[in-house]
């Protein structure tokens, strides 16, 4: 007997944060709203990505501080690590956030059905498993939220012990001695960063011929240098072509090269849609043959009504505060109020690793390669009064403008940023390239003194014509 | 289920053009309530719903133009209870496939009916706000560095098109507009009103030779209608126009050779007087609505008339059939200092009446033996006609004898 079909104005399928925001952002416009998630509610980034990742992080940044309390006459003596209590606090964190989204969506009469969707002909979803398998919801809109999950490479088959992805990775209790990261993406870099602030020996193996391969090049070299300070061996532009299991652990085969033995690997090699079950028959969704969502800048899908949003989505980046924006996009689109699509050539992007990256905007190279005559002011952290202070003063910042006629700085095109606490940082470069100011214009508006954001102040100031600190 | 057809809107028309739909895909409508807009050549209508119930399907959509019978919509009228109405839209109804996702962001595909508009954050269908998707897309404003070169270059954001996502105007976009200096020029659509009007005009005076004659007559029958009350008995408003025309028609029956139509080569006599009125809609163009067989009504029964197709003009019920049949027509005083107005005639009418407004003047009298100057009413009187078929002689004695008509009328029991 089929189920009795529930109505109601938005059904979201996946309870991630593009599929959480659209559920929120609906629901305050008086929009009846469901979502269906097979797991809970905040998806991988609250779960298994970004928050969790986030936390070690911290934990490796306040073994740093500690270690480092000599210099400011603090002694801390048998200083020592025990993983399992970070990744205690990391639950409780997560916890309490994920407590938190429940809270907001039941206030605002979110229905939750928990499962796994599947969007058929007529803007109908089925739960297929979970509790309630079953369901039909029937949405006047459906807005596709899958997201994505890990993706691996042949001959690696993830185990949980010797080989994990960040899924498997944020729930270790244990720090290995040797560790293996492949990819030197953000999330590589990230997990490198952490393991070998916690005391471990790391490898980053990365295809591309450098590490950061999508930031800016100087800011890229100066995580790789900061990297190599610290002891972890880089390795670009290789093959690897198998693994073979030792006892507890297993050597890496790098094509023309020796083995690398190691005691974990980290696949860390990017992320593919999670749409395998996400349509029925005849759904007029279309999907690529990378196998995500073919959405328009309003997120609409091939088929009427469909939207989609988050990772799920073909040729965007995967970040969460991207599915937020896209997530606000669909809603608005829904309700006919006018909505600018979300412009992904000037999205922040941030990345946790010591030193940390943020970025937002052309690179140098993307911005020469895009035909344009550009000028490039650097600063570095080193000069900086706050980065002294607070004794890191690694790192830089690079603003790329397009070049007036007089040579200065005109417009704005790109903010790049490594070093301490960029990531908090960005918010003034976001604006200034988003909202299309010139090197001038960004220039007279002050910062603070002491505090780090004056090194991008300063930079500014150069790339107008004429520095304080900065030629 | 009950189908929305395109009513007869006249008996030569045939077509007309959905310029709206006032409601959308899922609401409720009642019947009567006014359900669409159309446009044909000769004027603009709200149509209502034919039945109760709820909009289901919108088949003709805004800017289609269907032949009248054709069914437009479908409302399910089987009273079932219907989801609860919410702000949920189905915008995307109409939206077209969605092509590949480009590595830049991409723009919307364009909307399906208005082939005009470079991008379309919302689909056609269910406008809920009355932003239209042209007023939703040109000039976007995102960033405060944008708009602030905008206003010190003096360009109004309306009229430049954006280049950026969603249409929104990148600082390049700015510069080069203001770069063109400031835009007090605008480009702005004509109504469709404008648009039939200029159409006529152009037609008449291209392919009419018009002769004009005025005189300045008296209009002691003004002050006698302020007198009155300006009400007939039944109290219905009477106007100064009413007056007149109530004279003109009468006048008409004198002068027979000016209530008649010139087309190719046919000058026909009409024995009837359709009376055009002539109107003015705010923004969009004029209208003619015409008092059928005038002749012979009292100033009461054609002061009904008119104000009953006012209230038709006001409230869009005009129907093609209001429209149709002229045979002479008047114009009212535009303004209430005008002195007279020189009118296009209406085709394929030869003459056309117009008046200026009812003036409070110093006026020389003869009565007795010398000259006093008094304080009267006098009212400029033209008469636009068509120089194939009538000269300016004659244009002036039928002026004469609507003035004879206008001193003498007795408004007491006209009324």
Redesign the interface.
Known sequence: MPAEVQ?F??VVIGGGPGGYAAALYGAS????IAIVELDKVGGTCLHRGCVPAKEFLETAHVRRTVEHSSAFGIAATGVSVDFAVSQNRKNEIVDRLFKGLSGLLKGRKVTIFSGTGRLDKDLTVTVVDGADAGVVARG??VILAAGSVPRTIPGFTVDGKLILTSDEFLDLSALPERATVIGGGAIGCEFASLLSDMGTQVTILEGLPSILAGCDSEVATVVQRSFKKRGIDIRVGVKITGHTPKKGTTVIAIEGEGGVETDLVVMSVGRRARTEGLLGEGTGV?I?AGGFV?????M???A????AVGDV????PQLAHVGFAEAIVAI??????????????RVPWAIYSNPEVAFCGLTEAAAKEKGYDVVVKKDPFGGNSRAQIIGDTEGVVKIIAEKRADGSGG?ILGVHMAGPWVTEQLGAGYFAV?????AE?AAALIQPHPSLSETFGETLLALAGRGLHVG | MADVTLPSLGESVTEGTITQWFKKVGDVVARDEPLFEVSTDKVDSEMPSPAAGVLTEIIAGEGDTVQTGSRVAVIDDSGTPVAPSSTATNVAEAAPAVPERAEVPPSAPPAPVTPVTPVAPVAPVAPVAPTSEESSTAGVVVSPVVRRILNDGGVDATTVQGSGPGGSITRRDAERAVAQGPSEEVVVPLSNGKRRMGQHMSVSSQSTPHGFVAIEVDGGVFAELDRLGRVTRDGEPISDEMVVSLAAVRALAEFESLNATYQGDEFVVHRTVNLGVLRSIADDGMLVPVVHAAAGLTLRALARRVNELDERLASRQLTTDDLMGGTFTIAGAPSEHTLWTTPIIIQPEVAILSMGAVRTVPVVTTRGKTPKLEVGRRVVLGLSFDHRVCEPVGAAHYLERVAELLAGMDLESER
């Open positions: 109505q104005d938005v416009a008086g929009l009846n006047k809109n279309e690529n073919v959405a328009d800048g309003y609409r899908t091939a009427p009504n469909v939207f989505v073909a040729g965007t608005k689109t829904i309700l006919g109020e006018p909505a600018v699509p979300v412009d992904y050539d417009q988003n909202w299309e100011a010139t214009e």
